[in-house]
């Protein structure tokens, strides 16, 4: 790890003490979001020291132009950049004419910032001696409602602690923001119109090219005593519009200004409607107040914990990683509308420009899919369904034909968007995922019906794309699958990467049992779907002889399948043997050295194995995790979660609980030294599944939940809850205890250790 | 092909008719270049048209910020822009106040382009209508002098054909020029100064960041029926300066405006001395006045090609195609500054930016060797030794350590200047080839002196970088190579590629050779080396284990050596039953399609058989070409030429002289699609190469000059001159008559077909 200042708590991110060389990890950790819009803890009043400024909306992004040194055919003209929005929470503060900024105060004290996970909101409170040697004392609350979805609060109380003085308060808007990352000074935003009417104001602009017409509104109000004091137009510039509140306060007296802002978007109303709709919320939020609207927080919180929560019992850092995985998950996905996604930084950062990667399918629907309504995830799935079209033209820009879909390696909008031809054109791995997906929720929720109405679309597609890029080999006699690049990003432009060759295997079984389940049981969607996609008898049989003829590469001499042609030409140095110094491999090493070395980036063999455990007896699963593990550096957020759950599901609990607490406190601790740039979103739902499927080991076996319990020496008891088919089961595991509960009215199956138990409402079942 | 405008002449190339689409293209053909600077063929006057305005000057480069979507550790921090610098040669033209611009004219006749590459000078002509209806006939001829090479020179015509009328010339200076490729709207050149005195004019502009300080200079006068007419000073702002001679003419007499003009450059000359040394080249050329300075011009092309000439009989458009060749040779590296080298677009275009690539050492140095003094070449040698210290920095970035050297793909400098992984990182034989020009070098001119004085050090830098590069395959009991790109750019990545392994090899035999001879013969520079590079026997020893027990893929199955490991499983369908319409894949097919397929974008193992023809034998090369040349694309200006002389050789004529038309003819028939980005100059060697090698089948054996002459069907004879350790060998080859002449004093022997030959001074040798 790189950092420890987090102060251990059960419910809350906590740092003590201002360091101005923290600012931005901060601002990354205490990220607030509601799912419609996020945004980093960047402060209210003017920092001019080092900060990274980012506040964004859900499904407004830029497609910039790609830009490379040497143009590969096949590239996609754009990549959309997360875009910085308009800026609506900033407030300058004078004292006596001096503004308050916590890089030119004489001495900050007593700073605080807290995240309460429990309730959704973020404080922070400190003393300062500005240059003028006024002492000030500041609360600030802030949080971005879930029950008005484009509304944030902020609550900015001062006081004066050494001398009666003038405080002016400015609240303001900004659209003149960059993005960090912005390396060709582009223009992202066009400002359109910049108004303001009595204590409320707005500024109109759209996206440069997408054209996502916004309204960035606030209102202020400033109390003091009890008494409201009003305010004026302060500035308005094309860009910037404040208003200004002026207050003479007694030594000792509190005023406090409290802002309500935020965006509304053409996303969701009418392009002309959208001050008149920032008027209706602001009317709404002022009609609740801050303490009311507050209130619905603490509820709707209540209400999300209340279906999500892990319990941890005897291991307080523990506890707080994994709330805050699952915290950060909430803030970024409620899957409330089938047109978002989960950014991999949601909404923290800019980085991987785009908000769909196949992380959505391999970690987050597991995790949605039990934790909230089944309804989430099929709109999940949906979105890829609504993309298929795209996926189909991805597929034809790189040479295939007959409706071959290959799904982008990262998207915005079904396009693909991302510029380096070893992923973009051959990370093919992530179209497996996609039919997993698929798979795992019929698996999970038995609910079949998604796949006669839309999955089996999606699998034809997916089918079809891995039957053409497959070739034959005559000198092996079987199908190959050249140039790819794995999930294992260290290895690129491959031949027979065992991954990607058995998912490709098994997406077209997987593919030609639906169409005869979907055939026999859906004979309305299967004329449909035949219709719609012109598949006939001989392109299955062809596909078939591609599945049945799956080459893999496999070393008789290790008794392991190889990761891909070759591996074992390597230099075949374990990481354990490795100078520290020489870590992490990312930074220290030049790209072709990191390539022709067997270092794993994250989990490749093994997240076949994971995918498919059912396919392989335990003894197998050993001998490759063995085998591939101490290769493995974890230089990806998605990779110890893997490792965690089946180091745990081999008995070695003390590995496992390493793993655990790497993936689950990686932006807490810091441990990729980049926590700055933003939260590592997707992954923290690697972390859920290291807790419910690697120490609880759960799996659904032939539509039975199954659990096979272990818990780290470290912790005296861990429980956590699942939906599964409409039943919330409860699950608390001890050292010495093993309890289950059902929440629901019906009654259900499980297996425990693979022994059956009935499990009735109200009655807790201890199993031993 | 994909043009055919240009008219077929011994000596010209010749453009007849004006057409707006082909006048990028032209621009390109039509180049002149003086080995010091060099322009493409842009018009004197404005022209509104498309056109791609370039004027170059030797060694003059801006280093462009390397800017990739995703960055990867090693990447060089920049990549060498070749920059398009002032304008010199601009002349605005007014006849009765109305522009002179062909894009306008009411009417274009007669026009005419001509580079005359016996006498180094390019002239156009035409009649136009202008928009106010004035008839004008014009002819301009231009020139780089050979004799003074900061000098350019320009004679201007022009007569009214159905008026009297007035002329203005408004002849300029211009440093607020763009390039092409500069996407990012960065500005390459800072004018610090612009002055005039009398006819002359200056502008003082440096490069930015490399701070090349330039002076851009001209004269100009005019000169109507004898009489010379005074100009004035017209315009002078931050970045132009014009003249204005304005002059009222009747109808049908000449007005002609000679201008001079070029560059003066802070390499040559002390940086504040730059206005006074364009003054002192100005003051040569007018002492010599243009007719004398194209005199001169005339003498000294005269004298390269009294040396370098070709000539062919019977086939003018193979006679025009290899003159064009080699006159553009000349044009761009006269072998007169070791700083200089050879860019493949040399002075007319801006891809590729960087002027050294392996084309200099695989392709050039045969050509120069042959048909300069030995010194040209040994130069060439020499820039290679002056930058084995950067090489030894680059490979540093890339990890290598105890002064291992890795060349770089593209430089200007030494330094690394390309920024594709797959090419920077991996492309890494052209380490091979930089030892192989050594090995060449010293096989052609027989002297060794350069290696013990320079050649040692640079081989035994790249012998500590194979070694270092391979590593230790227990599986194959084996050292492999892993991670490269060969020749064949259309594999990335691949492992074993055949030729680097073989290349790798053959650098550390002839490295540990040479220190053998070295120790031997060169105490005191053995000495000097030891101390210097810190060489000991054990790491000798320990180069060696890796030249003994090298891999090499292998095919029991085709009895030929595989490109690179996995060659066979791909779907290996020939290039001939590929749709016509698939071509040229690297515009057709995306990036991931190319790389899995078998199509050879340029020699590959072939390339290996062409540097070590002598170590297999006859039966083997005819088996590699029968197996390799059906996938071949020849999708690179450097392959048609190793597959004319490997066909030469195996006795195929139809099949040498299709590759010799392709490569003779690349630009003049625009083969590639792209003539207009300007010239592929570094594989006009190979083409010199496809006759005197291939048809002439030249060789050294045994420090004795061989032949073995075949003639295509299409001629009736061809004849060409080698210097050969200070003879000069005529040789001519007709079907039926084969002789050679010695030009110098003393007599040598020569092979002709396996049979010893004296040749004589002034005695013609008839074989058979």
């Known amino acids: 790890m790189n950092q420890d200042y987090i102060r251990p708590n059960e419910w809350s991110i906590i740092e003590e003490g201002f360091d101005a060389e923290r600012v931005k990890s901060s601002e990354s950790l205490f990220s607030i979001g509601n799912g419609a819009m996020g945004q980093r803890a960047n402060f209210e009043e003017t920092y001019s020291g080092e900060t990274f400024q980012g506040s964004y909306i859900a499904g407004v992004y830029y497609p910039d132009k790609t830009r490379v040194g040497w143009w590969k055919n096949g590239y996609p003209e754009y990549f959309a950049k997360v875009l910085n929005a308009p800026n609506w929470i900033g407030i300058k503060v004078l004292v006596n004419g001096t503004e308050l900024d916590l890089a030119t105060c004489k001495k900050v004290s007593v700073f605080k910032r807290e995240l309460n996970m429990l309730e959704g909101w973020y404080k922070r409170s400190f003393e300062a001696v500005l240059p003028n040697d006024a002492q000030v004392e500041v609360h600030i609350t802030r949080f971005l409602s879930l029950e008005l979805d484009e509304v944030g609060a902020i609550s900015f109380d001062i006081s004066l602690k050494n001398m009666d003085g003038e405080v002016t308060f400015i609240p303001y808007l900004d659209s003149g923001i960059t993005n960090e990352d912005s390396n060709w000074d582009d223009k992202f935003w066009n400002t359109t119109k910049v108004s303001s009417s009595g204590n409320r104001a707005f500024i109109e602009a759209h996206t440069m090219k997408t054209h996502f017409k916004t309204c960035t509104f606030m209102q202020a109000s400033l109390d003091y005593k009890g008494v409201s004091i009003p305010g004026t137009l302060e500035t308005s510039t094309d860009t910037f ?8 306060v007694l030594k000792g007296e509190k005023l406090t200004l409290t802002k309500f802002g935020g965006y509304t978007v053409s996303r969701n109303h009418p392009e002309d409607a959208l001050v ?14 801050f303490e009311n609207l507050l209130e619905k927080q603490k509820e709707a919180w209540a209400r999300i914990w209340e279906m999500s929560d892990i319990n941890i019992q005897g291991d307080i850092k523990a506890q707080q990683g994994i709330r805050f995985n699952i915290f950060q998950l909430n803030q970024t996905y409620l899957g409330t509308d089938s047109r978002l996604n989960i950014g991999p930084k949601g909404f923290t950062g800019e980085k991987y420009g785009g908000s769909t990667y196949w992380d959505t399918e391999a970690y987050c629907i597991p995790f949605y899919m039990a934790t909230k309504d089944e309804m989430v995830a099929r709109k999940l799935l949906k979105y890829r369904y609504n993309h298929l079209e795209k996926a189909i033209e991805n597929a034809e820009k790189l040479g295939f034909t007959n409706g071959a879909a290959l ?37 999970y929720t038995g609910d079949y019906s998604y796949i006669p109405e839309m999955g089996l679309e999606v699998l034809i597609g997916i089918a079809r794309f891995w039957h053409q890029r497959a070739n034959f080999s005559t000198l092996r006699n079987k199908f190959v699958i050249l140039g790819v690049t794995g999930p294992n990003e260290y290895e690129n432009n491959v031949n027979n990467n065992w991954y990607t060759n058995y998912l490709a295997q098994w997406c077209i079984q997987f593919a030609l049992e639906q169409l005869t389940k979907v055939k026999e049981g859906y004979p309305e969607d299967y004329k449909r779907i035949m219709g719609k996609t012109n598949l006939t008898p001989t392109e299955c049989d062809a596909w078939k002889k591609v599945a049945d003829s799956m080459y893999f590469p496999y070393s008789e001499e290790y008794g392991v399948y190889l990761q891909q042609d070759g591996f074992l030409d390597k230099d075949l140095v374990k990481v354990s043997d490795l100078e520290r110094s020489e870590r992490p491999i990312n930074q220290k090493w030049s790209w072709d050295r990191i390539l022709r070395s067997p270092y794993i980036k994250q989990a490749d063999v093994l997240q076949g194995f994971y995918f498919f455990e059912d396919h392989f007896t335990t003894d197998e699963l050993e001998k490759h995790f063995d085998f591939y593990e101490p290769f493995t550096v974890h230089e990806s957020s998605l990779s110890p979660c893997v490792h965690s759950i089946q180091a745990a599901k081999l008995g070695r609990m003390e590995q496992a609980y390493t793993f655990y607490l790497r993936t689950s406190r990686l932006d807490l601790d ?48 861990y429980s956590f809850k699942v ?46």
Request: hydrophobic share 40%; proline share 3%; glycine share 8%.
């Open 241 to 248: 519009v404040s208003l200004q509140f002026s207050q003479k």
């Open 276 to 289: 008149d709709a920032a008027n209706e919320a602001l009317d709404k939020a002022t009609n609740l107040g």
């Open 407 to 443: 799904y982008p390696m990262v998207t915005m909008n079904g396009e693909e968007c991302h510029n380096e031809w070893e992923i973009t054109f051959e990370e093919i791995h992530r179209n497996g995922a996609i039919a997993f997906a698929i798979y795992n929720y019929y698996r």
């Open 670 to 717: 810091d441990y990729n030294k980049e926590v700055e740039e933003g939260l590592h979103i997707t992954s923290m739902a690697g972390t859920w599944m290291s807790i419910v499927e690697g120490f609880g080991g759960m799996r659904v076996v032939n539509d039975t939940l199954s659990f096979e319990p272990r818990i780290p020496k470290q912790w005296d008891a």
């Open 723 to 768: 939906n599964f088919r409409n039943r919330i089961i409860k699950v608390k595991v001890a050292s010495n205890e093993l309890t289950f509960e059902l929440n629901g009215d019906n009654g259900i199956s499980i297996l425990v250790r693979g022994k059956a138990h009935e499990l009735l409402p109200k009655m807790p079942l201890n199993v031993n």
